[in-house]
Nanobody, 116 residues
Framework: QVQLAESGGGLVQAGGSLRLSCAASGRTFSVYVMGWFRQVPGKERELIASINRISDRTSYADSVKGRFTISRDNAKNTVYLQMSSLKPEDTAVYYC?????????WGQGTQVTVSP
């Protein structure tokens, strides 16, 4: 199993920045892809960024491309999401996730609220 713990959420004004962190523990050697999802009430959880921990290849949803950056520090088993130029529509619970043999494992989530 892989355990994930997010931190760094909070309240920020539109146009501001936040950095989320996700510390992984457990069987981290089995994880090649990690990602960040977000979810708002009444909507499905949305994959917004992912990174391959070996190749460093990244992928982004169109809604965040150019504003958010995913990165990793393998030595610390930590993945980051740098969020810039935040908009009120970015308000959501953000979840870190690890792809373990094709199945996503989730963290507990952290709230990000962007005020107008």
């Amino acid at each position: 199993q892989v355990q994930l713990a997010e931190s760094g959420g909070g309240l920020v004004q539109a146009g501001g920045s936040l950095r989320l962190s996700c510390a992984a523990s457990g069987r981290t050697f089995s994880v090649y892809v990690m990602g960040w999802f977000r979810q708002v009430p009444g909507k499905e959880r949305e994959l917004i960024a992912s990174i391959n921990r070996i190749s460093d290849r990244t992928s982004y949803a169109d809604s965040v491309k150019g504003r958010f950056t995913i990165s990793r520090d393998n030595a610390k088993n930590t993945v980051y999401l740098q969020m810039s130029s935040l908009k009120p529509e970015d308000t959501a619970v953000y979840y870190c996730a690890a792809d373990v043999q094709g199945i996503w494992s989730w963290g507990q989530g952290t709230q990000v609220t962007v005020s107008p």
